[in-house]
């Protein structure tokens, strides 16, 4: 063979070559949490310990705490296929399966809505895997990674039969509704937005539509949802609480949203990634195409005026903001030197693949502190009460991402000990389950430990400024208490013996009788 053969190569090959380097990057982004025992992710435990509960209800070995209460939430993704997993191959590894397939549909439905548009991937497949462990995926939202994988590929349904006959779009779609629905609502409330989007762009296009056309495809579109939304009402479905806070500051916390372990690499490499693509485009290569600058805008304004908090699930504009990320790549166009070219491909792979170290490190710390966590909860009997707390202010959120899957450790004691944990997922209107009448009053609806002054003024007979009822009585209700980050002397060792340490955190036994 020719030295020239050798050097030249055809867009097939460019391309086959490309789809193989690709995949390779994914499949070296997704091994540190694939190789870890417990994914380090804020939520991660909990969800992990809700499976538990779930997979063994209405078995001998049923949690003696929660039971099973299904409804039409929309937002059980995981809690319904990942407890028939668990007879197969155990809850941790199910769970674990449940995240890796999340992170495949993330990418695999970014590259096909590219493929749907302009039949491009390779863009598309670097933006999901530079993102993959963006804030809201490390944070550990497993339905909304799952569901908005799936939203991805309704999306791409959707542009891909939009010359065919109607009546199969809108048949794709009420299945698309249906499935995005259960999964996860915001998931389906973000596909609805884009393609809603994009028909008012078509229409614009059109010469002359006609009101009959215009008029089947609008409710088409609209009438599963409200049909889907009617079933679940009837049913006892809800979509949550409904408390919403809608702050300016979240907008600058997610401009820094790349990692979910490292906010100042994330809010670096974002500056980076920023300054490359103004300056590409001052040069004039790229642009958006088709309806790319009506979704650009209206994600835009979407991002500007969602809550931070809404129906009583936070960083719902952070979400908003990962899913614009997502789906705007299949509708640009880059007319870049081949220079430029490689340097910008060359730079995505190099942050992602620091993304996927961060990731690493952080799973060889929790893997650590996990082991001791699972440890020191061998020493509780069976069915004790676990009280998470913390030594900060509680405010929720910790000045370092790398303190965030500490948030809901203790929920490990539910998997390994049967432990009742107030702090669990079980939501009213998110998760199909509940606590029994004999916990009930102390269980906390959502939130993470409790800040340990308000436990120490409780304890001196006191009642703090910002009163939590359910631990009100604690050192009676409760029979352990899990401190994070807890002072070198031991606090309040009349009433608590602690009983086991680590780094991080100490397991105290609750000196004092339980209420009858």
Avoid at 280 to 300: I, K, M, T
Avoid at 323 to 350: E, K, N, S, Y
Avoid at 352 to 358: F, R
Wanted: glycine share 8%; aromatic share 10%; with cysteine.
């Amino acid at each position: 063979m020719s030295a020239a053969a050798l050097t030249s190569s055809s867009p097939r090959d460019d391309a086959r070559w490309a789809g193989i380097a690709l995949a390779v990057l994914l499949i070296v982004s997704m091994l540190p949490v694939a190789l870890a025992d417990i994914p380090a992710m804020a939520d991660y435990p909990n969800h992990l310990a809700r499976m538990s509960v779930l997979a063994r209800a209405g078995t001998a070995a049923a949690n003696p705490h929660f039971e099973v209460a299904w409804a039409p939430y929309p937002n059980l993704a995981m809690d319904a296929l990942v407890p028939p997993l668990t007879r197969l191959v155990g809850v941790v590894l199910a769970t674990k399966l449940f995240l890796l397939v999340s992170q495949l549909l993330v990418v695999g439905g970014a590259m096909a809505l590219s493929f749907a548009v302009r039949r491009r991937m390779l863009l598309a497949g670097l933006v999901a895997c530079l993102f993959l462990y963006a804030m809201p995926f490390a944070f550990g939202f497993l339905n909304f990674q799952f569901a908005l994988g799936l939203a991805l590929f309704a999306l791409a349904a959707w542009v891909a039969l939009a010359e065919r006959p109607l009546a199969l779009r809108l048949a794709v779609h009420a299945l698309a509704v249906v499935l995005l629905y259960l999964a996860h609502l915001f998931a389906l409330g973000l596909y609805g937005f884009a393609i809603g989007v994009i028909e008012l762009w078509r229409l614009r296009q059109a010469p002359r539509p006609t009101v009959g056309a215009v008029v089947a495809l609008w409710l088409g579109m609209a009438a599963p949802a409200i049909a889907v939304a009617a079933i679940a009402a009837a049913g006892g479905g809800s979509v949550g609480g409904t408390g919403t806070i809608w702050n300016a500051e979240s907008k600058l916390f997610w401009l820094g949203m790349l990692n979910g372990w490292s906010r100042e690499y994330a809010t670096i490499t974002a500056g980076i990634l920023l300054v490359s693509l103004l300056l590409a485009w001052r040069r004039g290569q790229w642009a958006f195409v088709g309806p790319g600058n009506w979704l650009a805008v209206g994600f835009g304004l979407l991002y500007l005026a969602m809550p931070f908090r809404l129906f009583d699930t936070g960083y719902v504009d952070g979400r908003v903001l990962l899913a614009a990320i997502l789906i705007l790549p299949a509708f640009a166009r880059f007319d870049l030197p081949v220079g430029w070219r490689r340097g910008m491909v060359g730079l995505a792979v190099t942050l992602c693949l620091a993304n996927a170290g961060l990731a690493a490190y952080a799973q060889s710390i929790y893997r650590r502190e996990y082991a001791a966590l699972l440890s020191a909860f061998d020493l509780m009997p069976r069915g004790a009460r676990l009280l998470p707390a913390e030594s900060g202010d509680g405010d929720g959120t910790p000045a370092n991402l790398l303190d965030f899957p500490r948030i809901h450790a203790a929920t490990l004691a539910v998997i390994s000990r049967d432990a009742f944990v107030p702090t669990l997922f079980a939501f009213p209107g998110k998760q199909p389950l509940v606590a029994k009448p004999a916990v009930q009053h102390i269980k906390l609806l959502e939130g993470g430990p409790i800040p340990w002054r308000f436990l120490d003024i409780y304890a001196s007979g006191r009642v703090p400024d910002e009163p939590g009822p359910y631990v009100a009585d604690w050192t009676r209700e409760f029979d352990f208490l899990l401190l994070i980050d807890p002072p070198a002397t031991g606090p309040r060792p009349e009433i608590l013996e602690r009983v086991a340490s680590g780094p991080h955190f100490a397991l105290y036994r609750i000196l004092t009788r339980r209420r009858p």
